[in-house]
């Protein structure tokens, strides 16, 4: 072999060797990366855990009500609530199959919640092109205590994220490759979904669709995606009406949402779900390093929209129309389409703070946004170590106990707190289809007696209104019983004026708390009976009957 042949052959085999070193490095870090999300994930599902258990609170029973009756009549309830159909069928679908446990209605969150932890940071490591701060906002995903709550609820919340999560990856995809229409038509696929799973979608979904619009004018590509985001339009309008007995229940009850507190700072919106918080602190690090005039080494981005906007946009235009008095009031859950916006949008910035040639920026940002994960989220990690409780209200326990001490012929006060109940109607036979709905606590799988009781229901008033007939079969009863979801300051006072209006007598009353949840047993002194000597009913949810004669 001559002398050029064999460095030939050397060459290329430390070649050869060098491009398989690569390709191991590379696999052994994508293997990193993969061991993390999976750590990232049981962490995700330790911290749920912990709160399955814990008894349904009132939104909750409404799940437990539509998921325990008739499938025909699905729609009607799950409308009733201002909810569409379709989660309220996989529900349905489990409680067929395994029968009804608070614990089984909570698990589709807890799949959803963790299913868009890992898709987030496919997202933002594909799109966004950074590993560690797929890791961060992956973190976020999980441990943030917004985000457990709505993973461990019965509600449809957890799936609008996950939906929201894929939607920006269509996006993403289709903006990038100028209009494909695999990603077009994923992301019009993924927006229909949100909102079909809930309606507060579609306040992202206008948004999102005037912001692409108006960053498109005048560019080569706006006839293109103009179509697209049409289309999208017409796709959403058209798929509404499915479900549109749930619109015109929200419709007809707009009035009531304005006894809500309106937002009095655009913080408050802005922070909604803490994403205010973990934007300023990565936005601290990209302004000190701005101030200090470092330079980006990489400058090149693949086109992506810009989420920041998609995040404020929706936000900000919420914050203004409650203001004008224009839309009542916007609650967090309200914000949870928004969500992969502000994630994406923080990772964007990361991204920029750690192009810069000096390397503090980039260690501050991730520890800032660390810490403030931290100091927000510590006091409930730890409460939920503890005791395992967190939404305080005890209606198993409650009901359980309610049960064993009622009899059938005692009047039984219901007062929810439900917002439907600000007008309530004076009686049964005006509202004979509401009335279930409106008694719903008492009518899931928790209480199996109390569904047929003499149930009459208070509105949210200190003060309720009672009709003459109400008011002398009240004093007819020798015990009644009051359940009743409220402070406790609220309470005494519900307990007080009930009790006056009763001819003013004097009635013996004993409350038994379970959280936020109440038992009062009213009764005349003739009658009275101490319950003392009771042991507590046993509790897995950690709210322990306490009583309390009188207030």
């Known amino acids: 072999m001559t002398t050029e042949g064999w460095r030939f052959e050397e060459a290329s085999r430390g070649s050869l060797f060098r491009g398989a070193a690569t390709v191991t490095s590379l696999s052994e870090n994508s293997r990193r990366r993969w061991l993390a999300v999976f750590g990232l994930a049981l962490l995700g599902l330790m911290l749920r855990l912990t709160a399955l258990s814990e008894s349904l609170w009132i939104d909750e029973l409404h799940t437990a009500w539509v998921a325990g009756g008739p499938w025909d009549e699905l729609p009607q309830r799950a409308a009733l609530g201002n909810q569409t159909p379709w989660f309220f069928a996989i529900e349905w679908l489990l409680v067929q199959l395994f029968g009804p446990h608070d614990w089984l209605l909570r698990c589709p969150s807890v799949a959803f ?40 609820e019965a509600r449809p919340y957890a799936a609008v994220l996950l939906m929201a999560v894929w939607h920006a990856g269509a996006l993403v995809g289709w903006w990038s490759k100028s209009g494909s229409w695999k990603a077009g038509l994923a992301w019009i696929v993924t927006g229909v979904a949100m909102l079909q799973l809930h309606w507060s979608a ?123 008095h224009v839309i009542p009031v916007f609650l967090p859950r309200y914000f949870i389409a928004v969500v992969p916006a502000a994630w994406l949008a923080l990772a964007q910035l990361g991204l920029q703070v750690d192009r810069l040639d000096v390397r503090w920026p980039a260690r501050l940002s991730a520890a800032g946004l660390l810490g403030v994960l931290v100091f927000l989220n510590l006091p409930l ?136 949840v109440h038992v009062v047993r009213i009764q005349k002194p003739v009658e009275a009976v101490t319950l003392r000597g009771r042991e507590p009913l046993p509790s897995s949810g950690g709210n322990v009957p306490t009583e309390q004669p009188g207030f």
């Not at 496919?122 to 943030?144: F, H, M, Q």
């Not at 693949?302 to 004008?324: D, E, K, R, T």
């Open 202 to 324: 579609a306040w992202y979904l206008v948004w999102e669709a005037a912001c692409l619009l108006a960053v498109s004018l005048g560019k080569p590509e706006f006839p293109q995606r103009s179509r697209w985001i049409v289309l999208e339009i017409v796709a959403i309008t058209a798929t509404s009406f499915v479900s549109f007995d749930s619109l015109a229940w929200i419709a007809r009850r707009w009035d009531q949402w304005a006894v809500l507190e309106r937002p009095s700072s655009i913080w408050q919106l802005v922070d909604a779900l803490h994403l205010g918080w973990y934007l300023g602190a990565v936005a601290v690090a990209w302004a000190a390093a701005l101030a200090a005039r470092f330079r980006a080494l990489d400058t090149r981005a693949a086109p992506s929209p810009n989420f920041l906007c998609l995040w404020l946009v929706p936000v900000v235009a919420a914050w203004a129309l409650a203001q004008l």
């Open 113 to 152: 919640s963790l299913a868009a932890a890992v898709s987030v940071f496919c997202l933002v490591e594909k799109r966004v092109g950074s590993s560690r701060w797929a890791l961060l906002v992956t973190g976020i995903s999980v441990a943030d205590s917004h985000m457990i709550f709505f993973g461990t």
């Open 381 to 516: 990690w730890v409460h939920l170590a503890r005791q395992g409780v967190w939404r305080n209200e005890g209606w198993r326990e409650a009901l359980a106990f309610l049960e064993k001490q009622y009899r059938p012929d005692e009047p039984l006060l219901l007062r929810s707190g439900l917002l439907e109940a600000e007008q309530l109607p004076d009686v049964p036979s005006s509202n004979p289809g509401l009335w279930p709905y409106w008694s719903y606590p008492l009518r899931t799988f928790y209480s199996s007696r109390l569904s047929s009781a003499q149930i009459f229901l208070l509105d949210n008033s200190p003060q309720p209104k009672l009709d003459r007939a109400v008011r002398e079969r009240l004093q007819r009863a020798d015990r009644l019983w009051l359940l009743a979801r409220s402070e406790p300051e609220f309470l005494e006072r519900l307990t007080a004026w009930l009790t006056a209006e009763l001819d003013g007598q004097s009635w013996s009353v004993t409350a038994f708390h379970f959280g936020r």
